[in-house]
């Protein structure tokens, strides 16, 4: 089999280029990978000097960098030369498999979108964000952010990608889809949610539970959570906060009881099994969410990734090249066309 | 100082009539408030049969019970003779100055709109809840869930009733008002957001910080978060997912390190000063949210309200008879309406 190659943009997010160097030297040591950073070369052959591996990562220079607040259009204009623009155009030109980019999320989406394009009969490429929840298979939510202003139709777009990315990556067979709402009620909802939930209780491609509300998310009584991308992302924000708030509280906790009981906080979280709870609600497990109804894998890292999150982020690439699900959502797509 | 009278409903929430009753011999004792428990008399007379006091609680009866799924608009034509009817009358014939209710949210807002009326000059009452936030000065999330579908006007209202009330029951005097969005920067958002931004910067009466994202919330960075009551509703209700998971687990651990250290939890937690924090996060130690704009005082406390929180409801309810903040919206509307 050969080995697929992932694109990295070294230049974008809190912690480039160092940790991004770092998290695609530990991808190419644990996940058999190779991997193209994208960014300044002079920097990125200096920070590769250190690196303990020789082979399975290569440089491609980009001398622009499109920071966090840019327009995402006009920052892609003005910066043909950006790691996001050279990273996505790798993809376009069959050099790399999938991108991986923790940089400008507005830049990643809108470049992808002019040069990849929109996967056959998908009007809105939305984000897929897995949510850090309490099991082994978490929920996934779409739209995470991408389309701030959705119409029923897009919505339901959004629970059809959102249950083949949860086939065929959790291996779950028939996601749950549940429409995020202020009540679970048929009626109760906004304007947008209630004419989606008739359409949704009509597909016959997705097994629609209903509307669940906000604590339904972390109790997970969907695999699938969908939603406008400007509740979406409100949500996925919130739930970072709350759980900073909890892990910053976790750890002075475990430091106070390390003390009085001569335990290290680490094992004292582990012997009660806690260790994997904490570690469910770190981000930086996930790695990234990825861009579904586009013609290839975007993964997009969070903004503060350090090297494990961005080997998370390529591992979750990896997959998504592996599995085929860009395919599978072409050939879904078609289907769904020629049959009506 | 004449003794404020507050009716509570005592059939509406998961723990009714018992906690309601508990609660309400809890804040005669120690708000100094006489209570109006309605219900249905019978059982209510025997509950109080027990009571360790013999004033300062009376009973009207309620034969009716609006239950928790029915619909708002037709349970009150269907239910005349059901608790919220008959307590929010109370407030109308001046027999109470407050009612508490953990009932049918929507049967409330649509019975206190219906009895009471809309305070002048505002268009859309919405609920006011303060958020479990790790500071002493919570923030208000404005609005929590009266209004699904809201216009940039709405939202205006929803700043300006905010900021009294924060600036009257948290004694701030100039409360920081963010608009929740899904960026920070001012072109960030929906339309409905795009288009409050600019309302908003030019409101004189309010300080508006700009936007806000879900991170934010926690973080306390805005005294008075501006939202739809379709997203502040599961913002609010993912806030409490994420911190029933915390508590549970705060409390599993607490029982893990108190078999180590032979200590109880709660004076473990407390002696490193975690255990106000637990608390915080604890929606009961709140007890309610207040209904803004209305002409009269409406608290509404959480469906799964039990005697604390019940209490801590009724404490709000007299903190804001007391503070006439129901006046103060009146006097200020008055005022902008004259100045246009």
């Not at 406008?228 to 106070?256: P, Y």
Request: proline residues 3%.
């Amino acid at each position: 089999m050969k080995t697929i190659k992932i694109a990295l943009d070294a230049a974008g997010g809190d912690y480039a280029p160092h940790e991004m160097v770092k998290g695609a030297i530990k991808a190419v040591q644990e996940l058999g990978v190779e991997v193209v950073l994208v960014g300044r070369k002079n920097v990125l052959r200096k920070l590769m000097e250190k690196s303990p591996i020789k082979s399975g990562i290569s440089v491609i220079d980009a001398k622009q960098v499109i920071d966090f607040n840019e327009h995402p259009i006009r920052s892609l204009q003005n910066k043909p030369n950006s790691s996001i623009v050279i990273g996505i155009n790798l993809l376009k030109s069959g050099s790399a498999s999938a991108f991986v980019s923790a940089g400008n999320t507005g830049a990643v989406v809108a470049s992808s979108l002019l040069t990849l394009g929109k996967a056959n009969g998908i009007s809105r490429p939305a984000i897929g964000c897995f949510l850090d929840v309490l099991t082994s298979r978490p929920a996934l939510l779409v739209d995470a952010g991408a389309n701030s202003d959705c119409r029923p139709e897009h919505l339901l777009e959004f629970a059809r990608m959102g249950s083949l990315y949860s086939k065929y990556i959790l291996k779950i067979p028939f996601p749950r889809v549940g429409l995020l709402s202020n009540g679970m009620e048929e009626g109760k909802g906004n304007r947008l949610t209630q004419d989606t939930f008739q359409l949704l209780k009509e597909a016959k491609d997705i097994t629609f539970i209903g509307n669940i509300e906000g604590y339904d998310i972390t109790r997970k009584t969907a695999d699938v959570v969908v939603t406008d991308g400007f509740t979406g992302n409100i949500v996925l924000k919130t739930i970072e906060g709350s759980n900073d708030n909890f892990l910053s509280s976790m750890r002075e906790l475990g430091h106070v009881f390390s003390s009085v009981s001569r335990l290290k906080t680490r094992d004292l979280l582990r012997d009660i099994g806690l260790g994997s709870w904490t570690k469910k609600l770190d981000f930086s497990e996930y790695g990234g969410a990825c861009l579904l109804g586009i013609n290839g894998v975007i993964i997009i890292a969070h903004g503060r990734s350090k090297a494990r999150a961005i080997k998370n982020a390529i591992g979750l690439a990896k997959e998504t090249v592996e599995r085929g699900i860009t395919e599978k959502v072409k050939e879904e797509k078609y289907e769904q066309t020629s049959g009506n």
